[in-house]
């Protein structure tokens, strides 16, 4: 198909320094949680993403000097010759589609506490490291000398970044990472020389930095600025109006102005609080201050919206990061007129959850994100069907739903049976909760995708048993019956049921997706800790509760600070008149109030309660499943060959969990499996 006409300003080409972007899709720096430990699966991931028509291919932020690194957190380094190889294969992969290769220098200051390298980190003012975990860790205030050195290594990193074949070169300044953005801050500068006070001092490192820079390389790299709109530390800090000033003070002096938006919370909101373009008011009007071009993010899924972004003229350039990740071909299916087929991100930001917990990311709505080199997996490519089939899929939840499509895709014929009389499993009910619509995206893509398959059959209002299983004798049985939140409170803190009084109504999150709601003085009970409790919290305030949200934990919706949303959440709650009481359990239900105790320390309390809400844990719902393993021996006379539980029915877990084994088991159906073995591709330090 054709490329509609109303995006081709999308694919206009445009120059950036000394080299040109062929398009105005500018994949941003972002994380991936493998960094310098999976550096071939983070070559193959961007490789993908310039296959999938990205104009501009950036790296994660790259450590430039030894003496300044972000332990526990693995991102990449070029700390010396010996890692230009590596990186030399990242912008190779970009380069073999005609994208630009961009790397993101940090020095991270007062955001690196040096974990591993022991050296004492170095900011402009000496003050405690400013990190995820507050490190007990201070930074001294870099001399002159100092920064002269500084200075000396951002070139020397810059001529590696050239000779790994980089064409873009980013000077981090954003997020509150990047030491440019420490030095034009008065929240962490607070110099009294030439390097500190006014604008104009406070902005001279930047200055040195990036006439030095491109000194070194500039006649080959761009040297582009990625800084803050806005610290939103309140008076101290770097303000959008700061911004400005500093804008229209050095117009062209980076070769592009890479615009992100506040803080890294911020700048990634989750849908859930904040809307496609949401950074739009704090970077309108830049543009007028320079004539270089800019770049700016704000999860950006909808052609028409950047579109509108560029004829507006509020940008030159659509920075993306999580809507590359949840579809690298974006820009490719803009550009083939097959706009429908965009796998828009959610806004759920589990792929960040890889970077804050070190491990390597996964995507909710592509489960191919970082298995690319791993496990062999592209996004838009599929092995052609094994030697056998057809496949019953039993539940078409995320796991069923991304089962069958997969399945499809390979050529399988598939019968997709579902209970309901929808298809979406936990998304089609929690999708309707506050802040979460986003979220059906992951239904609606899979509908629209086997709703084009002549394979792939739906059908619905289909409870199916092991008696209906055993008749039908498809040779392959996927079981995708999902699962559901207990009512006993077994979770974490209790591992054996409460025993509430019968006469105080309790309720669980189906009953409330279901539209059973309490009313009056109602305990939500919280020893899940991710987003739920939260959510149902501010479900049940919209119902005109009085809700006293409960949690053993020192923070509500702990988890979602792997998500950047626990702080936004906590005041979200508290300015909704929710009561937060933390590091507490409720212990036991009475007739007309629960028991609470400390975590710590045991001590006990009293609440008054109309209504209990536990939102403790799931169990599967793995009857089905139980029932067809029972009967193993049947499975051969009924000409099944394998039955496989998969998604929340084998283990519950976030959406992100359930469309992978969806995906995991429709690519290995026929493979023969691994007997065992390490089922991925690893890299194997020095291997002998
Ligand atoms: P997952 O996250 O693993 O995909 P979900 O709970 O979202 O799980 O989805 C499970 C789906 O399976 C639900 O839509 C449910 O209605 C359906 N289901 C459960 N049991 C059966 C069954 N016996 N026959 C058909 N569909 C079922
Ligand atoms: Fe988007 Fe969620 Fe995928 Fe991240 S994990 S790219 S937020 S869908």
Redesign the pocket.
């Known amino acids: 198909m054709a490329r509609d006409p109303r995006y081709d300003l999308l694919f206009e080409p445009l120059d950036i320094g000394p080299v040109r972007a062929k398009n105005r899709f500018y994949q941003v720096p972002h994380c991936n949680g493998g960094g310098y430990r999976d550096p071939s699966a983070v070559a193959e991931m961007r490789r993908v993403k310039a296959e999938g028509g990205w104009g501009v291919v950036f790296t994660e932020q790259v450590e430039l000097h030894h003496t300044s690194e972000i332990t526990p957190f693995i991102e990449l380094r070029i700390w010396d010759d010996d890692d230009i190889p590596m990186l030399a294969r990242m912008a190779d992969g970009i380069h073999e589609y005609d994208a630009l290769a961009g790397i993101e220098l940090a020095y991270s200051g007062i955001n690196g506490p040096n974990l591993y390298t022991r050296e004492v980190p170095m900011a402009p003012t000496a003050l405690p490291v400013r990190t995820f975990t507050n490190d007990p860790v201070s930074a001294r205030a870099m001399t002159r000398r100092d920064i002269r050195e500084l200075r000396l290594w951002h070139r020397d990193a810059c001529l590696r970044a050239r000779a790994a074949g980089f064409d873009l070169i980013c000077l981090y300044g954003a997020h509150g990472f990047g030491v440019i953005q420490h030095f034009l801050s008065t929240l962490t500068n607070h110099r009294d020389d030439e390097y500190g006070g006014s604008l104009e001092n406070r902005s001279r490192l930047m200055r040195e930095l990036i006439g030095e820079c491109r000194d070194a390389v500039g006649d080959r790299c761009a040297i582009t600025l990625r800084l803050s709109l806005d610290e939103i530390t309140g008076e101290l800090g770097f303000t959008n109006s700061e911004v400005r000033d500093l804008v229209a003070m050095h117009a062209d002096l980076p070769d592009l102005w890479d615009l992100a938006h506040g803080s890294w919370e911020d700048c990634s909101g989750p849908s859930r609080f904040r809307e496609e373009a949401a950074q739009e008011n704090l970077v309108s009007g830049i543009k007028a201050l320079t004539g270089k071009p800019v770049a700016g993010v704000g999860r950006f899924t909808s052609p028409d919206v950047m579109v509108r972004q560029i004829r507006s003229g509020i940008l030159d350039l659509i920075g993306c990061a999580r809507p590359s990740i949840a579809d690298p071909f974006l820009p490719r299916k803009i550009d083939e007129g097959r706009v429908d087929d965009i796998r828009e991100c959610i806004g759920c930001n589990i792929c960040i959850t890889g970077d804050m917990t070190m491990s390597v990311s996964r995507c909710t709505q592509n489960p191919t994100f970082m298995e690319e080199w791993r496990r062999g997996w592209h996004p838009e490519r599929f092995p052609s069907q094994g030697d056998s089939g057809p496949v019953l899929v039993?539940?078409?939840?995320?796991?069923?739903?991304e089962a069958a499509r997969v399945l499809g895709e390979r050529g399988y014929n598939v019968v997709l049976?579902?209970?309901?009389d929808e298809?979406?499993?936990?998304?089609?009910r929690e999708r309707q909760l506050p802040g979460l619509s986003a979220w059906g995206r992951v239904a609606d893509y899979r509908q629209y995708q086997l709703g084009r398959m002549a394979n792939v059959d739906i059908y619905l209002d289909?409870?199916?048993?092991a008696d209906q299983v055993m008749d039908y004798g498809f040779p392959h049985v996927a079981v995708?019956?999902?699962?559901f939140w207990r009512r006993d409170g077994v979770a974490r803190f209790h591992v054996r049921p409460l025993q509430p009084d019968p006469g105080m109504p309790v309720y669980t999150p189906d009953d409330l997706m279901r539209g059973n709601l309490p009313t009056g003085r109602v305990v939500l009970y919280d020893d899940d800790h991710y987003y739920m409790g939260g959510v149902l919290a501010e479900l049940l305030v919209q119902n005109g509760a009085t809700v006293t949200l409960v949690t053993p934990s020192a923070h509500v919706s702990e988890w979602t600070g792997n998500t950047l949303e626990q702080g936004t959440i906590h005041r979200h709650l508290a300015a909704l008149g929710v009561t937060l009481i933390l590091n507490r359990a409720v212990s036991g239900i009475r007739r007309d109030s629960v028991d609470t105790v400390c975590s710590y320390t045991g001590e006990s309390g009293l609440l008054e309660a109309d209504a209990v809400v536990l939102v403790t844990a799931q169990q599967s719902?793995d009857r089905?499943w139980r029932a067809l393993a029972a009967r193993e021996e049947d499975w051969e006379d009924a000409g099944i060959r394998t039955v496989r539980v998969?998604?929340?029915?084998e283990a519950p877990a976030p959406?992100a969990w359930?469309t992978f084994?969806?995906h995991r088991y429709a690519r290995e159906l026929d493979s023969g499996g691994t007997g065992g073995a390490l089922p991925f591709r690893r890299e194997v330090v020095n291997p002998a």
């Open positions: 039993v539940g078409a939840g995320p796991a069923g739903l049976a579902e209970a309901g298809i979406g499993g936990r998304v089609r289909s409870e199916l048993d995708a019956t999902g699962a719902d089905l998969i998604g929340d029915a959406i359930a084994a969806g």
